[in-house]
């Protein structure tokens, strides 16, 4: 089954224990990303990659580092939560079409994270 | 600036009525995507549109894309409840811009 696979699922850290959120994908696409959701606020585009080794920042990068180092695994890491980054956490990818146009995204189920 | 406006906001309707959402910009896009979402699920792609003035029909759910690739609406004919969700759209902006911009969404309930 095409998937894009995200864990933890749920998680509650505390604020500077780092975390990473791992996310793989079993499409082969090029196109991964890391969004979050919050109420009022909609998704919004943490970092995305366009391939292995090419990554680059998205609306709101602060506070997240990523890494590409294999075409189906992109994780998100937290240096230092803080409280702010409580969120409701999406990975995505998608296939690339003529022009690097993006096709359409398969999510992760998503993980709910709490930084107390 | 919200690059892609989407209404109405919510939509509360009773089982077996008919049902338009709206996807509006004044960008032009080279893809653009409906998704649909339910509480505490990763949004679900429905349709992706390419195509200035595309249809396309998924069951009692049709899509159209503006001729000058600016706009989408989705029509959702005779709704059931299990039509119920946050109804997102997002576009892929021309000009290698190499991201989607996501709509607000839509929240749709319909009652039995």
């Known amino acids: 089954e095409a998937q894009v696979t995200q864990n933890p699922r749920y998680l509650i850290t505390v604020t500077g224990k780092k975390l990473t959120v791992t996310c793989s994908q079993n499409?082969?696409?090029?196109?991964m990303s890391w969004y979050r959701q919050d109420p009022g606020l909609g998704l919004r585009q943490i970092y995305y990659s366009m391939n292995v080794e090419v990554t680059d920042k998205g609306d709101v990068p602060e506070g997240y580092k990523v890494s590409r180092k294999e075409k189906r695994n992109f994780p998100l890491i937290l240096e230092s939560p803080s409280p702010n980054q409580t969120s409701l956490y999406f990975c995505?990818?998608?296939?690339?079409?003529?022009?690097?146009?993006?096709?359409?995204?398969?999510f992760g189920s998503g993980t709910r994270l709490t930084v107390v | 600036t919200q690059l892609l406006e989407q209404s109405p906001q919510f939509l509360s309707i009773q089982e077996g009525e008919n049902l338009t959402v709206y996807c509006n910009s004044s960008?032009?896009?080279?893809?653009l995507q409906w998704y649909r979402q339910e509480p505490g699920e990763g949004p679900v792609l429905l349709v992706t549109?390419?195509?200035?003035?595309e249809v396309k029909k998924l069951k009692r759910l049709t899509f159209q894309f503006g001729d000058a690739r600016k706009d989408s609406s989705l029509h959702i004919t005779a709704a059931q409840p299990g039509d119920t969700g946050l109804y997102l759209c997002a576009g892929d902006l021309t000009g290698g811009y190499n991201k989607l911009i996501f709509g607000a969404g839509t929240r749709l309930a319909v009652h039995p």
């Open positions: 960008s032009v896009f080279s893809s």
């Open positions: 995505a990818s998608s296939s690339l079409r003529t022009g690097g146009v993006i096709y359409g995204y398969t």
């Open positions: 499409m082969n696409h090029e196109y």
């Open positions: 549109v390419v195509t200035g003035g």
